[in-house]
């Protein structure tokens, strides 16, 4: 804590301008605050909400079709998903891993040929 005493008259003139600046910014950060409020849709929901064209992207299986033919080799869950995203793929889901997890042990497409490696079950189709 500063003991006032200690201070000269410069000093405290120092602090009370820049009290008055601490105040004002105060207030305009106030304003912002109170305007950006009066917005119904805030940058979060609406960017959340956006949406890719379905015919824009391949659907779920035929990108995995699409990698693990590529690569030619079995490939773990966490290697799919890698090459989706390098390859530009626009994941819907909030958690990408878990809708590939759900997919690679349900759709009949694919094989599970070591544990956790995968294949397509007919490349050929």
């Known amino acids: 804590m500063i003991n006032l005493s200690e201070l000269n008259a410069k000093d405290i003139q120092k602090i009370l301008k820049l009290r008055q600046k601490i105040e004002v910014i105060e207030q305009e950060m106030a304003k912002i605050i109170k305007n950006a409020e009066k917005h119904t849709t805030p940058l979060s929901v609406a960017v959340r909400h956006m949406r890719i064209p379905r015919n824009s992207q391949p659907s779920l ?57 995968f294949v397509v079950r007919n490349p050929a189709q």
């Open 61 to 117: 299986r035929e990108m995995i079709t699409g990698v693990l033919t590529k690569a030619g080799k079995p490939l773990s869950v966490a290697e799919i998903y890698e090459a989706s995203v390098a390859s530009g793929y626009h994941w819907r889901s909030r958690e990408p891993m878990n809708a590939l997890n759900v997919k690679m042990y349900t759709d009949e497409t694919f094989k599970k040929v070591a544990p956790g490696r």
